[in-house]
DNA sequence: CAGTGGTCTAGACCACGTG
DNA sequence: ACGTGGTCTAGACCACTGA
């Protein structure tokens, strides 16, 4: 029997879906072209098949095959979707896209959090917060704002940095500060003068806006930001289906 | 043995997501509180430990719920995710929310598809197609200009419709046109003439726009359209884990 | 009608978090 | 050490699609 040829790490669905993206992607099964069924894969690759359908659920879940009963399975697309990890950062968002990321300090305060910042970061009235405010580049043209709230205990992590630091989430992450859960939030909003001043933009120019709230695994709010992208320089995309949903960014 | 009271319709996992939806909803479990484990439920609800972690990966892909290995799973927050078609409708969107949609046909036009077209939508080089233009309301505002194109097959059916129809999604619904996948891509444009007049806003005033690409089952374009929307009036809610993803639209 | 995916069960072992 | 969720198996029946 065939073995999952995509490393021999982590769980045998997670390689298997790697597999299976693979020979989407190398174009093994045709575009438009079906899968083999649930049944002859099990086999090929010596599971059994409630293994082979959580791989399926996966890139059901990233937009890449149909499924519906009666059915084998029809390859939609080649993968589009990008990891949580890099939505997450923007600093693996660009390395995705093979540009080169770049960041800014502007500012790191540490004050009382207003009451509408103790509730999004699910703390006790008057706790101390930090705001770090970062302008973040592409190929050294600047692209966007960033405006994050942290409390104290994460922001305590973030003041030590390098201030040359490009990415924030990796070093945290190896302080074992794991964002595990992020709700974005999209919409347009206009230059304000820190806007204005860092990006180069018009005064009131529109920008796009995505608000990001991310808690750790056991639900603990970890973060809240506002970034502001110029446009043309980003786009959003989501796939859903009545069963699930897949975000990720683009450049405009 | 207690019984998912969530109605006697549909799969079991699905009564009893719904089920634990609603007692989360209610406050059951409490907020920040921690759901009985995996065993328990089954023993409740008298199903297997199987279909009670189908139910929770909903319940987990719609960010109410944490996951993870070695403690019981903690309530996030009340439902705030819509279902998929309170998404792809503006129609069920708008009643979601309370509000009155509307919508005035502007235009519907059969002609030969460009080459972007005919991409987008699967077809062969110069087949017809069908393009609407419409204006949507709520509770009589003018919120967003429609552009839909669709191919010759489902535009045959839009025209035949009642050109005061609120909603399109649902007579196609009705004639089997089921849209099962969707993508959407969310960026910001500038409002050109039609625009203008028909949202009453300024020439080249900022727009958030959502572009939306559906397929049916088999995974055949159904649908590709260009949605755009007053600033304010929208935005869009994404929630992710490293696990899943869903989106929804939120009055701005 | 045969093939396929959707649902469900019962049981097993493991990895992780917490007390 | 114990309880919990994560992974995997083997087998069963059903609902739907398409020839």
């Known amino acids: 029997m065939a073995v999952a040829g995509g490393g021999t790490t982590g769980a045998r669905y997670r390689r298997l879906a790697a597999d299976l993206r693979e020979a989407i992607a190398t174009g093994a099964y045709g575009a438009d072209g079906r899968l083999p069924s649930e049944e002859k894969l099990a086999q090929q690759y010596g599971v059994s098949r409630?293994?082979?359908?959580?791989?399926?659920?996966?890139?059901?879940?990233?937009?890449?095959?149909?499924?519906?009963?009666?059915?084998?399975?029809?390859?939609?697309?080649?993968?589009?979707?990008?990891?949580?990890?890099?939505?997450?950062?923007?600093?693996?968002?660009?390395?995705?896209?093979?540009?080169?990321?770049?960041?800014?300090?502007?500012?790191?305060?540490?004050?009382?959090?207003?009451?509408?910042?103790?509730?999004?970061?699910?703390?006790?009235?008057?706790?101390?917060?930090?705001?770090?405010?970062?302008?973040?580049?592409?190929?050294?043209?600047?692209?966007?704002?960033?405006?994050?709230?942290?409390?104290?205990?994460?922001g305590a992590l973030i003041k030590r940095l390098d201030p040359h630091a490009i990415s924030h989430t990796d070093p945290l992450a190896e302080e074992g500060v794991v964002f595990a859960d992020t709700e974005h939030t999209i919409d347009l909003v206009y230059a304000d003068a820190d806007d204005t001043r860092l990006l180069g933009c018009a005064p009131d120019a529109p920008l796009m806006r995505e608000r990001r709230r991310a808690t750790d695994q056991a639900g603990r709010p970890l973060m809240w930001s506002d970034d502001r992208f110029v446009p043309g320089t980003i786009a959003f995309t989501v796939h859903n289906s009545v069963a699930t949903t897949a975000l990720s960014r683009r450049r405009g």
Do not use: D, K
Request: overall charge positive; some cysteine.
């Open 50 to 154: 409630g293994t082979v359908r959580q791989a399926l659920a996966v890139l059901r879940a990233n937009g890449l095959v149909t499924s519906r009963r009666g059915t084998r399975r029809v390859v939609l697309g080649t993968a589009r979707t990008q990891s949580f990890f890099e939505l997450l950062s923007f600093t693996r968002w660009a390395r995705s896209l093979g540009e080169e990321p770049g960041s800014r300090t502007i500012g790191i305060e540490r004050r009382p959090a207003e009451p509408l910042e103790c509730e999004q970061l699910g703390l006790a009235p008057g706790s101390q917060i930090y705001r770090v405010l970062r302008l973040r580049t592409l190929s050294r043209v600047p692209i966007m704002v960033e405006r994050t709230l942290y409390p104290e205990r994460i």
